[in-house]
């Protein structure tokens, strides 16, 4: 406004006639916010002359309106270059703190640089070409009007009347060099880059923490961030801003775009070259602008042709399984295809680009999860290693940090980095095809699998939208990856910034208990996962349960974490006849480290799906990783207590799968105890429990049911020692002796309590499971002294020496076979009871 207004003083001085503009033209022009108002005054470019207005008040509505296009045009001028300015002052630190960062006082680290400076450089090369551009246009307009208020000044000088000047058409020249004043390109080319803001207002509050928390902790940043100058023009005035204000100017920037385009379009006659080109400016910028104001951080627009869209809905590194080998590569999700690329260079948001590698149309498309591989011994030894070695890195950097700034921080940190890495490349099993209907196919690679599920859901869903194939120009595509990226970079604990009390380090324990809102019953497992530096295992699951609408685990998981903020659940069911298991729903929260050494209680809701966990924390220091290669500890032929306690549950998982197994499809097999079922499948599945739990349990649910309860007779059989513990072998013998039936029971009950915790439920699990099979006896021939007679001698054994084989078989079915004849008979715990509090929150 100030500017408009010293044009009006400029012409009245020069004693040109002005026509009154109304208050609504200048509410209409200059917004409230003052975009386009200019606190300065340049010398450097001058507003034209207009002396020649003079000869003719009969003006039409578009020479006016050209003539208020230049005013909005310089206001635009103006605006750019204060704000390249402030841009150039922000970046003046830069080179002296890099500087610093190698030192043995770095004021920032690189990391800190890194983030404080994300694509401000970029952002004032793409304003300073668009300044640069619009100053030579307007210049260039100046000098023809200076021309030809010349020629008319020599027209004045030789005694050409007013009329005869008009007639000599000096005037129209002078409005036609106007109307050849052309910018729409240039807006164009500016709002075609206006997704290089994306990256910068997604790194903006990462920034600003940087910037205030280290104002706060280190003097020499707080004199730096409180004290920038910046040109206010031309002359020598500047303004003094904090760095925080600085940092803020970009995001002020980009959301009046839309509103100059607005002014300036509506000062453009609608036959200019320039009001097309304007038109598709305001269009974009408002789409960009729109976008911001939803907070879409999913879906971000490429124009590929006219009328068609094409839209980013996710993207991330990945690992991409080739022939060479494996591969962090970036996957960008289209809304019609996927495109791989690699990064190429880049640092402080510059000099980035994008290689080729391929694309994958999504019309057609077949993707599968392949399951989890395992890692060859090779391979898991190398990863247990660099585990370790990556322990032993972030102990060297807390250790630097506690004392004085050392210049070897920034060395050791790198290494991690790399370490990081490279753990991120190789670790990876779990495996997502991609399958084409041009017979090319591609294999991803993750470790999580929270973050697989992240992309196969809106893949699968993209590709039950799309009918059709669009050809993309891959060079175009490829090219604009770097502005419409979301992930900047892999995501490594050791480059996340923040304060470490808000992460967990020490021992962090999960139970699930159970789910319910499944829509037809099912088998179901659930994966826990947290984030945090992969020292240890940050990945584990329940046991299958047994098909049901509302399944129970009560399975405790505990987890050794460091940097630990979030913790990830995804819940898979198995279906029968179909080899692929399907996730049915996954939800994710933010870690407290507040949370009591007592058990709280969560209800995650995840769509239709609500599951029930309780979790507990325990702060300490941690214990070095183990660099060997470690394997799952066996099941069979070890004590039960210690079976139970490695998996932290009361009752084994082989016990409750085989029961659940045999629940589900043998209580009308005949002779299910009684049959023996494949010796040799026995053996397999045996060995399967002992080496790969969740192999397992696929098995049992494969296999023929005689080879399930085959397998469940031959783990009681071989444990080192009796389920009943054979010290009260004499106890229950005496028991047995009492001629009062209520003395009787009452003994062999109190004996019972007094079996340890994991052998009194586990026997207690296995009674109750045998009733239910008795239940079925006049189709499975299996009755309670059968099972009593079959079981007996598995279950309860006397101390060596042994004397008396056929009194002590008498002993081992009478005890059996009262147990389960008994009204009384306790029902089991599978897990320990939780110590809870109170509350119990529910999670959405």
Known sequence: MELFEEALDYLKDENVAVEPVTPGLLEEVFTDDGFLQSPMRTESFSLPEVGIRHVSKARNTSEDMLEKRLVVLRGILNSEELYLNELETMLIPMKPLKATAGTSQPVLSCEEIQTVFFQVPELLALHRDFYQGLKARLEGAMELNEGLESELHQGAFQGLSTEEVQEQGLVAEQGKSHHLLTVGDLFQKLVSQLATYRGYIDNYESAVEVVRRCTQSDPRFRTLAESMRARKGSDSSKSEYTFEALLYKPLDRVTKTTLVLHDLLSHTPPDHHDAPLLQEALRISSSFLSGLNEASQCKKAVTLSKGMRRQLMHDGFVVCLCENGRSLRHLFLYTDLLLCVKLKGGSLGRHCQYRYCWHMPLFGLRVRWAGEEEHLPDTQQRISCMKAKMYQLRQAVRQQRRGLHSRFVDRIHKKLQECELWLLTHSPNLSLDLHSTSGKSHTLLMSSLYELEEWREPIDRLIRENTETVPPDLLTLTNSCVKLRMTQQPHLESLQSGNADQSLCGT???????????????????????????????REQTHSSLSSLEPQWNQEISFQVDGAKNLRVVCITQLENCPEDMVVGRGSFKLDPAITKKWKKLNLSMGQLDLTLSVKYLPHPLDPPSSTLTQ???????????????????????????????????????????????????????????????????????????????????????????????????????????????????????????????????????????????????????????????????????????????????????VVYFYLQCNDLPTPLTSLPLDTEDEQETIM
């Open 508 to 538: 962090l324990s999960v139970v699930v208990h159970s789910a319910c809102g499944l829509q037809e019953p099912a088998c179901m497992w659930v994966r826990v996962e947290v984030d945090g530096f992969d020292f240890f295992s940050i």
């Open 632 to 814: 799952q500890l066996p099941v069979f032929c070890v004590p039960i207590g210690v079976v139970a306690q490695q998996e932290g549950v009361l009752v084994p998982h082989v016990v409750r799968s085989c029961v659940k197994e045999v629940e589900r499809r043998g209580l009308e097999e005949e002779g299910i105890y009684r049959t023996s079922g494949s010796a040799k499948e026995i053996q397999l599945l045996k060995h399967s429990f002992n080496t790969n739990l969740r192999e397992a349990l696929k098995g049992v649910r494969s296999a023929e049911v005689n080879v399930v309860s085959g397998t469940l007779k031959l783990y009681f059989r071989d444990l080192p020692e009796p389920l009943v513990p054979a010290d009260l072998y004499q106890s229950l013998k005496k028991a047995l002796d009492l001629p009062d039936l209520a003395s009787k029971q009452s003994a062999l009950l109190h004996i019972l309590e007094s079996c340890p915790n994991a052998n009194r439920n586990t026997l207690l699990y296995l009674l109750h499971h045998l009733r239910r099979v008795s239940e079925k006896v006049e189709v499975n021939k299996m009755s309670v002294m059968n099972l009593a007679t079959v079981f007996g001698p598995s279950l309860l054994r006397p101390p060596a020496p042994r004397v008396d084989i056929s009194e002590e078989v008498v002993v081992q079915v009478q």
